[in-house]
């Protein structure tokens, strides 16, 4: 038995792995489909190299099974399934864990063979033959009888067994929407073929809690053979349920929770497993009868940004658990609270999930902010500075608190970067003509002064009239920058009104990064300014300024 | 009685609004705070006039409650408040119809008679005065006694009833962490002092289902008084459970429910509104004991894209009913199915939340979709085009599909009208050349195309690109127009990535504007969008968006 520290924080030995049974009845698996079902989200197709470095992490996070994909779909899902059965299924940790790789198919012998040659590679393969077991679906979808549903499935489930493969998922699709006594017989019909869990899925997403607990509990109760195998749920989010319905699933003896990444998912996206997994660590002691997981929380945030990136399913900012508000508080009446004591509002804690280490209590800072705040957030961020810098970059900081709705960590670190260099500009506008429009691409020719008086001039297309005056600048400057963040303002009042442009950079590469106070390590960033009535121009200059401080900073 | 459609599609009468009890037994009241609590997220700050806009659409909805701020909080909160009670709370339509408007007030004189001052001009006025009555909040935040609090609560229920307000909502704030007696007790007093209804408050988010209703239940059963009084559940949503506690309370017996749009509010927000409707449209005659709302559905979309805006609380594309994947079907599996029967994949139908007419199934439209696909799609947004059309859309939307993940409508829009010169703009962009600079002024020549094909050419100069653009088409339209707002998104990631550009226009002169019920004057104003990494010519764009809305409203 492997230890590993659970959910709750406290050590647990992790179970031993057997498919049909958890010797702990209080351990909850976790099925990540982030990669089968997720990927099915509109627009989140992504590339085998991705899904790889996605089940690298679901690895890291202690998920007891990866669901890598359908395939029979494509020859892509299949090569991105026997490259995560090859190498994240074989990988074992130190304590012995290792995930079980699983695969989606049809419930045809060609399907099943098809996935069983991409999971074979794995330690723990793991088969997921589905089929539909509602009436609408049999009816409509599949135009077949029950009689011939029960018959496909437990004949495809021993054909399964007859390759060789123990571990065998049945997926009840539609089984929210099922007759019940229909149900039960198909699942007990499937237990005597081989399967060693039960998925039960609310593929519709039209359960309501007390629903989903009475499924549940009904299989557990007239389904013969149900106690020597796993109830795996398996729920959807279209009426807002999906969570508390995997939760109450749990509640009910479903051992087994198939969530995804960030909720992501056809149609409203699958349960997700961040707010799954917090909801076991946060209540699992309390109120939730002793249940855990094995799950490292504290990789949740980074695994989060992962999918965040890969699948194009952006978060909105008060997407429970990962989102960017999921931990900051604005109103004046919680930040009164949280600074006598963060039990007050905050019942998860933000390094849980693995945001940086944080001292203080997460508030937004903005115009109402003084300086202990900004000064106990720099810290934070790693930055000890004396008296009279934190006075500088505070006038710096309510310059800008007027401007923005909220001041990021962006914005501070570019801001003490900026306090810090009073050196003559190195560069300096000479002029600038920009042509764009509707031919597709843009040129831009620019005339930089240095501080003893030569000019340079060069000249580059781009995609746009900035990007294009960038590249010109950088053909000058002979330096390789990232912009963080191009901040263009919203006026009104007319394109007349002056307007500020704002952006941040950082050198690409070469730069040797700081480390901080909390071991991380901090990228230098900077911050120009440009303001005018001509935006292009006022974007030019915003970047010549940053670009000086960037040179003047040269360790 | 009013007669309204329910959220269940059946005609109900609209019971009589009486604040301490609600004639049918089956009326869940919805309380919207999302002027409130959902303006409380960081970053989500809005302005009066936008207040009241969403106000509007509020009462269009049907919202029972509107909980239209915080007057104590500032001046601009208080003005908003006013401004809603003085409009929105006495437009009452033919059915008798007028919301209810709320304002939030902790529990002291000075809150309690501002927040008066700013509702008494509203038919219906509610003072929500709140107080926290969990032991960790009146400790450590409060600072007080549970007798002081009681205490409180009491004397300023009865100053709230002497300033001449029957119908109050007593707060009880943290009240799911609260020692269950102590609540009793507090909730019994306020009912004696004259509160009309309790809101019950799930502050932390840290609720399971189960425990909502032991909750409400615990309520009922134990507070003397509580049967003449509406019981109100107030849900945040950090461990993913808002929605399916705001359920679960209402078949408990909470008979108001407290949610905003979106689900927007502090840190991981409140229950959402469109969540928490359509799971009692879809579910309330079934499994949810025939509860329903007097919410018109209908109008969720549209209020849902006003708040987006409004907040710059941005959706994530899964999030449930009102997001933009909420009704898009990608994988094959599901495409086949819905194409033989709409129910084996939809619980709820897109008409009914706002979508546009559908009459076939909303599947993606991506780089595999065919000629098909696309024709019945065009079909179902009203273009009947001729084959050859078709095939020219079709080469374009190829194009397209290779760069986009997702085709959406707009982007069909936009390419019918491309092709198709008998489509609804009456201007289109024909070509644009700006060049801009250090030079001092700028100068833009513009090709404007008609409906007819015949084009137009104009220039001009301007003090930067996108005036100098603009003046020129003003030379070609011939318009007087006013730009009332400019704004170029925040880029994160540098400037070669895609912008959106947003303008905001109404007429100068001439327009006769439109006289509004409380004798202000309504100007109406017209936005239009562009996008591309080009941030002139998406600007332009987004103005001749707009000028053709201008120009298609004439009356």
Same mark, same amino acid.
């Given at each position: 038995?492997?230890?590993?520290?659970?959910?709750?924080?406290?050590?647990?030995?992790?179970?031993?792995?057997?498919?049909?049974?958890?010797?702990?009845?209080?351990?909850?698996?976790?099925?990540?489909?982030?990669?089968?079902?997720? #990927?099915?989200?509109?627009?989140?197709?992504?590339?085998?190299?991705?899904?790889?470095?996605?089940?690298?992490?679901?690895?890291?996070?202690?998920?007891?099974?990866?669901?890598?994909?359908?395939?029979?779909?494509?020859?892509?899902?299949?090569?991105?399934?026997?490259?995560?059965?090859?190498?994240?299924?074989?990988?074992?940790?130190?304590?012995?864990?290792?995930?079980?790789?699983?695969?989606?198919?049809?419930?045809?012998?060609?399907?099943?063979?098809? %996935?069983?040659?991409?999971?074979?590679?794995?330690?723990?393969?793991?088969?997921?033959?589905?089929?539909?077991?509602?009436?609408?679906?049999?009816?409509?979808?599949?135009?077949?009888?029950?009689?011939?549903?029960?018959?496909? %499935?437990?004949?495809?489930?021993?054909?399964?067994?007859?390759?060789?493969?123990?571990?065998?998922?049945?997926?009840?699709?539609?089984?929210?929407?099922?007759?019940?006594?229909?149900?039960?017989?198909?699942?007990?019909?499937?237990?005597?073929?081989?399967?060693?869990?039960?998925?039960?899925?609310?593929?519709?997403?039209?359960?309501?809690?007390?629903?989903?607990?009475?499924?549940? %509990?009904?299989?557990?109760?007239?389904?013969?053979?149900?106690?020597?195998?796993?109830?795996?749920?398996?729920?959807?989010?279209?009426?807002?349920?999906?969570?508390?319905?995997?939760?109450?699933?749990?509640?009910?003896?479903?051992?087994?929770?198939?969530?995804?990444?960030?909720?992501?998912?056809?149609?409203?996206?699958?349960?997700?497993?961040? #707010?799954?997994?917090?909801?076991?660590?946060?209540?699992?002691?309390?109120?939730?009868?002793?249940?855990?997981?094995?799950?490292?929380?504290?990789?949740?945030?980074?695994?989060?940004?992962?999918?965040?990136?890969?699948?194009?399913?952006?978060?909105?900012?008060?997407?429970?658990?990962?989102?960017?508000?999921?931990?900051?508080?604005?109103?004046?009446?919680?930040?009164?609270?949280?600074?006598?004591?963060?039990?007050?509002?905050?019942?998860?804690?933000? #390094?849980?999930?693995?945001?940086?280490?944080?001292?203080?209590?997460?508030?937004?800072?903005?115009?109402?902010?003084?300086?202990?705040?900004?000064?106990?957030?720099?810290?934070?961020?790693?930055?000890?500075?004396?008296?009279?810098?934190?006075?500088?970059?505070?006038?710096?900081?309510?310059?800008?608190?007027?401007?923005?709705?909220?001041?990021?960590?962006?914005?501070?670190?570019?801001?003490?970067?900026?306090?810090?260099?009073?050196?003559?500009?190195?560069?300096?506008?000479?002029?600038?003509?920009?042509?764009?429009?509707?031919?597709?691409?843009?040129?831009?020719?620019?005339?930089?002064?240095?501080?003893?008086?030569?000019?340079?001039?060069?000249?580059?297309?781009?995609?746009?009239?900035?990007?294009?005056?960038?590249?010109?600048?950088?053909?000058?400057?002979? #330096?390789?920058?990232?912009?963080?963040?191009?901040?263009?303002?919203?006026?009104?009042?007319?394109?007349?009104?002056? %307007?500020?442009?704002?952006?941040?950079?950082?050198?690409?590469?070469?730069?040797?990064?700081?480390?901080?106070?909390?071991?991380?390590?901090?990228?230098?960033?900077?911050?120009?300014?440009?303001?005018?009535?001509?935006?292009?121009?006022?974007?030019?200059?915003?970047?010549?300024?940053?670009?000086?401080?960037?040179?003047?900073?040269?360790?």
């Amino acid at each position: 038995m492997a230890t590993k520290t659970s959910t709750n924080g406290t050590h647990h030995s992790l179970p031993e792995y057997i498919p049909n049974r958890i010797p702990d009845p209080h351990y909850v698996r976790i099925l990540d489909t982030t990669l089968r079902d997720g #990927e099915q989200a509109p627009g989140a197709a992504m590339t085998s190299d991705q899904k790889l470095q996605i089940a690298r992490q679901l690895a890291k996070l202690g998920v007891d099974v990866i669901e890598g994909g359908f395939p029979s779909a494509s020859q892509e899902d299949f090569n991105a399934v026997k490259m995560i059965a090859q190498e994240v299924g074989n990988n074992c940790d130190a304590d012995g864990y290792v995930p079980v790789i699983a695969a989606l198919c049809r419930c045809n012998e060609r399907d099943i063979t098809r %996935a069983w040659e991409a999971l074979k590679y794995a330690k723990r393969p793991r088969l997921m033959p589905f089929i539909a077991v509602s009436p609408i679906h049999m009816e409509y979808k599949l135009n077949k009888t029950k009689e011939e549903v029960l018959q496909i %499935a437990t004949d495809m489930i021993k054909f399964a067994r007859g390759l060789g493969c123990t571990d065998i998922q049945f997926c009840s699709e539609d089984a929210a929407r099922s007759d019940r006594e229909f149900l039960y017989q198909i699942l007990e019909e499937v237990i005597k073929a081989g399967a060693t869990t039960l998925g039960i899925g609310d593929t519709v997403g039209i359960t309501m809690p007390f629903e989903i607990r009475e499924l549940v %509990a009904g299989i557990k109760a007239n389904v013969p053979g149900a106690e020597n195998v796993i109830i795996s749920i398996h729920c959807h989010n279209d009426l807002g349920h999906a969570t508390a319905n995997t939760i109450e699933a749990a509640r009910a003896g479903a051992m087994q929770l198939e969530v995804t990444i960030n909720g992501i998912g056809e149609r409203a996206g699958n349960a997700s497993l961040e #707010e799954v997994v917090m909801a076991l660590k946060c209540r699992g002691d309390h109120v939730l009868g002793g249940l855990y997981t094995g799950i490292n929380t504290r990789h949740l945030l980074k695994t989060s940004k992962m999918v965040e990136e890969f699948s194009g399913m952006y978060l909105q900012p008060h997407k429970a658990v990962v989102g960017d508000n999921a931990f900051l508080h604005e109103s004046g009446v919680h930040q009164a609270g949280l600074l006598k004591h963060r039990g007050t509002y905050e019942i998860l804690s933000p #390094e849980d999930i693995g945001h940086e280490k944080s001292n203080g209590v997460n508030m937004v800072l903005g115009k109402l902010s003084g300086r202990q705040a900004l000064k106990s957030r720099l810290k934070e961020l790693g930055y000890e500075l004396r008296d009279e810098e934190v006075e500088s970059v505070f006038r710096n900081f309510k310059a800008i608190a007027e401007k923005k709705k909220r001041v990021t960590d962006v914005d501070l670190k570019a801001l003490v970067s900026d306090q810090a260099s009073h050196a003559e500009p190195i560069w300096k506008l000479g002029g600038l003509q920009v042509t764009c429009g509707t031919m597709g691409s843009s040129t831009a020719t620019i005339k930089l002064v240095t501080s003893d008086g030569s000019t340079h001039v060069a000249c580059s297309v781009g995609v746009g009239p900035v990007d294009s005056a960038y590249k010109a600048i950088n053909l000058i400057v002979k #330096e390789t920058v990232k912009v963080l963040e191009y901040s263009p303002s919203t006026v009104t009042g007319g394109t007349d009104a002056i %307007a500020t442009t704002r952006v941040v950079i950082r050198r690409e590469n070469k730069q040797s990064p700081t480390p901080a106070l909390n071991g991380n390590v901090i990228y230098p960033t900077f911050s120009g300014t440009g303001e005018g009535v001509d935006i292009v121009t006022s974007s030019v200059e915003a970047y010549i300024t940053a670009l000086n401080k960037m040179l003047d900073s040269k360790e």
